[in-house]
């Protein structure tokens, strides 16, 4: 079994889902690098026994140390939300770039890439475009690996996703939809996909790029009214035009430099994106969980259903 596994990006919401799995596969030695101080220390305080240093992947440096001897590197590092180009780039390219050549230098064996289904997206934004550049890099490098592209995903710690529509729903009398709210998604539960990602570092899928997206087909509102019926808010649900939904992201982002959604997300989330529904369960011999068993398992668990990551 591979001992030393390195989680560049480790503190979001995939690694801070990661840990608790890889520690119950037997998984003794793990690393994490990531420059979001706050969720770093988060992850620190939960797993103490999990060596953590905070640092910009984009910037080369000391860091790439603890890629000596490693026997496995899950890539997560990424630039998720955001209005600033060169944000995307530094955190979702320059920072592959680097990661990519400490695995060279120091001859990591194994490569797990969480890629993200948006590369096949009719989606035209920075996330979207700097992905596909992330993925890209990875295929060129050479490297055998399993290529990951899932789907919108929650768990636990989601601190943008469902989990910030779960809070912002508990806080306000009216949540917004915008317009019909008939916009199909393909939700993935975190808790599916990492063990689809133990299955690869076990070398059960060692290469091939692979569409990992949520088992079921749910509109936009009935997310929104299963995730008030797992917290039992009680807020009500009204649907907005969708221009003026636009409008008022547009106007929350001239304020915020870091909006919890943006307008580029809001048309990412109306586009007509149907993605590949592959027999991952079967390939990587995991089970999916029911879409409102994970909603449940999400926001209910005692240990880690309430800790809330920063943004």
């Not at 992850?43 to 860091?63: K, N, S, Y």
């Not at 993605?275 to 990587?284: H, K, R, S």
């Amino acid at each position: 079994m591979p001992n030393k596994i390195i989680l560049p990006g480790g503190a979001g919401l995939v690694g801070q889902n990661l840990l608790p799995r890889l520690k119950a596969a037997g998984y003794t030695e793990i690393v994490v690098l990531d420059k979001h101080a706050a969720n770093l220390a988060i992850l620190g305080r939960i797993h103490p026994d999990v060596t953590t240093e905070c640092v910009d992947l984009a910037d080369p440096g000391h860091w790439q140390r603890h890629f000596e001897d490693a026997t496995a590197v899950v890539m997560l590092q990424a630039q998720i939300g955001g209005t600033v180009l060169r944000d995307f780039v530094r955190n979702n390219v320059d920072a592959t770039r680097n990661v990519l050549e400490a695995m060279n230098v120091h001859r990591v064996p194994r490569l797990v890439h969480v890629s993200s289904s948006v590369v096949e997206s009719v989606a035209n934004d920075f996330y979207t475009e700097t992905k596909k550049q992330q993925e890209a890099l990875v295929l060129r490098n050479g490297i055998d690996c399993p290529v990951l592209r899932p789907t919108l995903m929650f768990g636990w710690f989601d601190r943008k996703h469902l989990g910030w529509l779960s809070r912002f729903m508990a806080r306000v009398p009216v949540f917004p939809i915008p317009g019909n709210g008939r916009y199909m998604r393909q939700p993935l539960y975190a808790g599916d996909f990492c063990k689809v990602i133990v299955a690869c570092i076990e070398g059960r899928v060692t290469r091939g790029v692979h569409n990992i997206s949520g088992r079921e087909k749910i509109d936009y509102i009935d997310i929104i009214r299963e995730i008030k019926r797992a917290t039992r808010a009680r807020t009500l649900i009204v649907k907005v035009p969708y221009a003026l939904f636009h409008a008022a992201l547009w106007t929350w982002g001239r304020f915020d430099p870091n909006p919890p959604f943006t307008t580029q997300q809001l048309r990412a989330l109306v586009a007509k994106d149907e993605f590949e529904l592959t027999d991952w369960p079967a390939l990587f011999g995991v089970t999916a969980t029911p879409f409102a068993d994970a909603i449940a398992e999400t926001f209910n668990d005692p240990t880690y259903g309430h800790v809330v990551l920063d943004f």
